[in-house]
């Protein structure tokens, strides 16, 4: 299993997630060019994906589905609640590639176990996702406004989770944005600060997790060494070592690295 972070950040989200063959993008938030490019640069060519995942509706997340589905002849998996959210936007999608699962329950793609789990955020329907092959298991969890019982459930004993680590609250409460849209972040149904994800990082520590990377950074209220330090001392506040916990930052708008389990 292969997890490659293509783009992570408010300005657009697309993973690439490979294994027994199967090649598939966890959303497409940028133009559909910029994301085969960065394939390309991967080694990946674009006419070899078996198809797209949406974990929800906003078009940082969204842009380049429809474009990708329509030129490359891919299925696009999502909700219900995802796809009455997202039509419109994504324009028209061939009904043979159309994939509707239900939030909850897993569904295979070929021989790659996916598992779908609701999230706290302010769309129809959000979701992340498991992926197992192999007794392997990576996750990607963000867009969370905050962390409870079935989250931590949800991706416990994961080998590889890509985590949200959004926004230094400060950097946010003193930033330029207006203050609905401050309070919007900040809220249940918002994203994950460093501190929350930290300690989120500390709590599934206990349940198996020894490594993670941190995604979905904030261009206005974040960087990515503010990111690493402030869930590091979450870490080594509750007395885990350094070496026993690998981080990795996932940058906004290049690719991370090939993250191989």
């Not at 969370?144 to 989250?151: A, N, P």
């Not at 849209?181 to 500390?202: A, F, P, V």
């Amino acid at each position: 299993m292969r997890l490659i972070p293509l783009f992570s950040g408010s300005s657009g989200n697309c993973i690439l997630i490979e294994a027994d063959g199967v090649r598939l993008l966890v959303d497409a938030g940028l133009p559909g060019r910029t994301i085969e490019g960065a394939l390309s640069a991967a080694g990946v060519l674009p006419e070899t994906l078996t198809g797209i995942l949406v974990t929800h509706e906003h078009t940082d997340h969204t842009r380049g589905v429809g474009v990708l589905s329509r030129k490359l002849n891919l299925p696009v998996y999502a909700n219900a609640g995802t796809w009455a959210g997202m039509q419109a936007d994504v324009g028209p999608i061939a009904l043979c590639n159309m994939r509707m699962f239900e939030t909850g329950r897993s569904f295979f793609v070929d021989k790659l176990l996916v598992q779908p789990f609701a999230t706290p955020h302010d769309a129809r329907e959000p979701v992340g996702y498991c992926f197992s092959a192999e007794g392997r298991c990576a996750s990607v969890m963000t867009d969370v406004g905050y962390i409870h019982e079935g989250l931590l459930d949800a991706v416990e004993g994961s080998d590889l989770l890509l985590i949200e680590s959004n926004h230094d609250e400060e950097m946010l409460k003193v930033g330029p944005y207006p203050y609905p849209l401050k309070r919007r972040i900040l809220s249940d149904q918002g994203h994950l600060s460093n501190e929350n994800c930290g300690k989120t990082l500390c709590k599934l520590y206990k349940r198996g997790v020894r490594c993670a990377i941190l995604g979905h950074l904030s261009k206005e209220n974040n960087y990515e060494q503010l990111a690493m330090e402030t869930v590091r001392s979450e870490l080594r506040m509750e007395d885990i070592p350094d070496e026993e916990f690998k981080l990795t930052v996932a940058h906004r708008d290049r690719i991370t690295g090939v993250f191989v389990l």
